[in-house]
């Protein structure tokens, strides 16, 4: 199985902040990458898709980069609605894994 | 609009079973595989595995294989996971989602809140 693993496990930021979360992959998974921000309560969003593609709807503040098995997601001048817990998830095969998330919270 | 809707909230007995469905609408229900994954209380993202409503083929997370059964009911565009001999670790919210391509979950359902407790 591959493993994912993110840090910071969690941030504090103010409103405007560039923030950055990592995460790694056990061995390369083709960029079959995608980003999650869950808010207490409710489902997971999804973010990103393909490691770097913007999924519709999103805010383009968001964006994702990588390859292999290291990959990050930034929030450029984050706003008060990004407060919230980070997962990504490889779909590289079976079964699927998810990280342990990030929480970003307000300094 | 694309939409993934629950049930409710379960509390069963340690043993039992709980059936949860997930009814789609706003989009063609057989062209898209359905997943299912869990969040324990203050946990993290778990798989448990997905279904072709088409062919009704599934594919489970090896740790639930033998206690999960996921099922589709084509005629309401409705998707089920029944899981078994639950136990009080099994204690989460249970969200069906729809998976664009290999494995993207791009829709989620609400969540199912499920309580096993004696």
């Known amino acids: ?107 | 609009q694309v939409q993934l809707v629950q049930s409710g909230a379960e509390v069963k007995k340690p043993g039992a079973s709980v059936k949860v469905s997930c009814k789609a609408s706003g989009y063609s229900f057989i062209s898209y595989y359905i997943h299912w994954v869990r969040q324990a209380p203050g946990q993290g993202l778990e798989w448990m595995g997905w279904i072709n409503p088409n062919s009704g083929g599934t594919n489970y997370a090896q740790k639930f294989q033998g206690r999960v059964a996921m099922t589709t009911d084509t005629s309401i565009s409705t998707t089920y996971m029944e899981l078994s001999s639950l136990r009080s670790d099994d204690t989460a919210v249970y969200y069906c989602a729809r998976s664009r391509g290999v494995g993207f979950l791009d829709y989620w359902g609400q969540g199912a809140l499920v309580t096993v407790s004696s």
């Open chain 1, 1 to 107: 199985d591959i493993q994912m693993t993110q840090s910071p496990s969690s941030l504090s930021a103010s409103v405007g902040d560039r923030v950055t979360i990592t995460c790694r992959a056990s061995q390369g998974i083709n960029n079959y990458l995608a980003w999650f921000q869950q808010k207490p309560g409710k489902a997971p969003k999804s973010l990103i898709f393909a490691a770097s593609s913007l999924e519709s709807g999103v805010p383009s503040r968001f964006s994702g980069s990588g390859s292999g098995t290291d990959f990050t997601l930034t929030i450029n001048s984050l706003q008060p609605e990004d407060f919230a817990t980070y997962y990504c998830q490889h779909y590289n095969t079976y079964p699927i894994n998810f990280g342990p998330g990030t929480k970003v919270d307000i300094k």
